[in-house]
């Protein structure tokens, strides 16, 4: 993909969220740390130690800089805020990790501009909102995941969810999830329900407060700000994964409040989990419907899939052995491959 001569620039303007984007990104710059390319990260300071720490990616040998000077650039990978920039780098990568729609994307600026970059989208989901936003045709690189570091261990009675505390930019359904808990926990009194996520962006005291006063009396854990190590440990000790993120939101109204991919839920299947996951945003391009997950329309069916899956332990192993194998497809090796071919 390069040598010692290139240079690439990657922007991206939510360094401070951390969040899934964010670790596509860093994975997008360390595989070109990796191909000898010299990388700068246009960030006000260093962030390299916070990415190792949240995802186990060593950019260390990448530079922060201030100016965004684009025409010193062979390469710039840029994750846009719905805007499209002024590059004069040699290649621009554009990379949609959010489904915009209604930000005026194909006025005349975004056309022209449109004509001499590539685009990448998160997922197909993705890319259906963007290319009608912005009349373009972009190509769908699924995220990476680093899908041998999180592996199956002794598993426990847990359903875990992970996912950020916060509504700011997702509908995540913590409180969906809770109720739903609520409702079978009697007939599946040995199970705990964990929710795990972060709270450095959009989560406020009174909506943790609710979360927390709606599973009074239940099981439920909360794990805050869990590190890489944390997570892999609570992946591999779950049974099923569940997920509302993006429940009761109007895809074509609200696009970007939909779980635009799924990253954790790779993640957990990754570790033999099995996903039992709201059947919408980019959720239905991860999981097969009864052969590697399941996928539902509404809580009552969530519950319902899970009250049948509790029991049938046979089927339980046979489903997270098919979760694990369906993983891989999204491993971060594909993921190198893919975007080594668009440079």
Same mark, same amino acid.
């Given at each position: 993909?390069?040598?010692? =001569? ?23 710059? %360390? ?8 990388? #700068? ?12 720490? $949240? ?5 260390? $040998?990448?530079? +922060? ?15 846009? #805020? ?23 994307? &194909? ?6 501009? +449109? $004509? ?15 290319? &009608? ?14 899908? =041998?570091?999180? @592996?199956? *261990?002794? %598993? ?7 996912? $950020? ?7 995540? *359904? ?17 199970? %705990? ?6 709270? =450095?962006?959009?989560?406020? #005291? ?9 599973? %009074? *009396? ?8 869990? #590190?890489?190590?944390?997570? /892999? ?12 993120? *993006? ?12 779980? &635009? ?26 999981? @097969? ?44 090796? /594909? ?9």
């Amino acid at each position: 993909m390069g040598n010692t =001569n290139h240079k690439a620039l990657i922007y991206d303007p939510y360094w401070d969220s951390l969040g899934g984007g964010e670790k596509y990104t860093a994975t997008a710059a %360390k595989a070109l740390l990796d191909q000898n390319w010299q990388v #700068d990260i246009y960030w006000p300071k260093n962030i390299s130690a916070q990415i190792l720490d $949240r995802f186990g990616i060593d950019l260390s $040998r990448a530079n +922060s800089v201030y100016e965004l000077i684009t025409n010193n650039y062979e390469l710039v990978f840029w994750v846009p #805020d719905g805007s499209l920039p002024v590059s004069w780098a040699k290649k621009t990568l554009i990379h949609f990790q959010y489904p915009f729609h209604d930000v005026g994307g &194909h006025n005349i600026k975004n056309l022209v501009k +449109s $004509r001499f970059y590539t685009f990448i989208s998160n997922s197909q989901f993705t890319k259906q909102v963007v290319d &009608h936003e912005y009349w373009i045709n972009s190509h769908v690189i699924y995220p990476p995941i680093k899908t =041998n570091d999180f @592996t199956p *261990g002794p %598993k426990f009675k847990h359903i875990l969810y992970v996912g $950020r505390f916060s509504n700011l930019a997702q509908a995540k *359904g913590h409180a969906t999830l809770i109720q739903s808990f609520r409702n079978i926990y009697s007939r599946i009194p040995d199970w %705990k329900l964990i929710l795990a996520g972060n709270t =450095n962006v959009g989560t406020t #005291d009174e909506y943790f407060d609710n979360l927390q006063n709606t599973a %009074k *009396g239940l099981p439920v854990e909360f794990v805050i700000n869990p #590190d890489l190590a944390d997570l /892999k440990k609570i992946y591999s000790r779950a049974s099923i994964l569940w997920s509302a993120s *993006g429940y009761g939101i109007v895809e074509s109204d609200q696009p970007e409040r939909m779980e &635009h991919f799924g990253m954790t839920v790779v993640e957990a299947m990754s570790a033999g989990a099995v996903p039992i996951i709201v059947n919408s945003g980019g959720h239905p391009e991860i999981v @097969t419907h009864g052969e590697d997950g399941f996928l539902w329309e509404s809580p009552d069916q969530m519950e319902k899939i899970t009250l049948n899956l509790v029991p049938d332990k046979k089927r339980l192993i046979y489903v997270s052995k098919f979760a694990q194998n369906k993983a891989k497809i999204f491993s971060e090796e /594909k993921f190198k491959v893919k975007l080594s071919e668009l440079l």
